[in-house]
T-cell receptor, first 115, second 114 residues
């Protein structure tokens, strides 16, 4: 089974702190994604990476950055956390498209509260 | 933006009732894929089904069935004889062929009461 592991289920941080959310997948997938999930807004893509050290902005990249130094690990960084970044963060991975039939596999999510 | 709309925010049914979750999508693409995911209380989205735009054949898998109609841009999901374990948030999503970017609906929360 594909396993996508997010390092923390719950995090509480202070405004202005630098926050790292870590995600590791064990299926050698090329693509990894970070989403934010908010009530009534569904899943919104923050960043994705299609290869080591490669990244592309999603729909809501402001206030976030990412790092992918190894294929299996994709980190989301909040340089200076703000209260409006309180949310559920979901990591996903998928193999390289074969005819575009990407199935994404998700981690269990990190619920971040910024106080 | 080419949206995916799940108009039902929350549905409550009594166990053993049938329930249909609606999904309507917008697209100008000729080749695309449609998905349903289930998010139980544990939080992890679980893949349920994928359909490509050339395959309008309906599908049944156990108590689950899917009705894809291009004419109405809909991809609805029916659970027959619902069970408490079906309680979850269900997401519909669309993906343009050859791209990485999913477009998710806002989700439908299904509550199945014993």
């Amino acid at each position: 089974d594909v396993k996508v592991t997010q390092s923390s289920r719950y995090l509480v941080k202070r405004t202005g702190e630098k926050v790292f959310l870590e995600c590791v997948q064990d299926m050698d997938h090329e693509n990894m994604f970070w989403y934010r999930q908010d009530p009534g807004l569904g899943l919104r893509l923050i960043y994705f990476s299609y290869d080591v050290k490669m990244k592309e902005k999603g729909d809501i990249p402001e206030g976030y950055s990412v790092s992918r130094e190894k294929k299996e690990r994709f980190s989301l960084i909040l340089e200076s956390a703000s209260t409006n970044q309180t949310s559920m963060y979901l990591c996903a991975s998928s193999p390289t498209p074969s005819g575009g039939t990407n199935i994404q596999y998700f981690g269990a999510g990190t619920r971040l509260s910024v106080l | 933006a080419q949206k995916v709309t799940q108009a039902q925010t929350e549905i409550s049914v009594v166990e053993k009732e049938d329930v249909t979750l609606d999904c309507v999508y917008e697209t100008r693409d000729t080749t695309y894929y449609l998905f349903w995911y289930k998010q139980p209380p544990s939080g992890e989205l679980v893949f349920l089904i994928r359909r490509n735009s050339f395959d309008e054949q309906n599908e049944i898998s156990g108590r689950y069935s899917w009705n894809f109609q291009k004419s109405t841009s809909s991809f609805n999901f029916t659970i027959t004889a619902s069970q408490v374990v079906d309680s979850a948030v269900y997401f519909c999503a669309r993906l343009t062929s050859g791209t990485y970017k999913y477009i998710f609906g806002t989700g439908t929360r299904l509550k199945v009461l014993a």
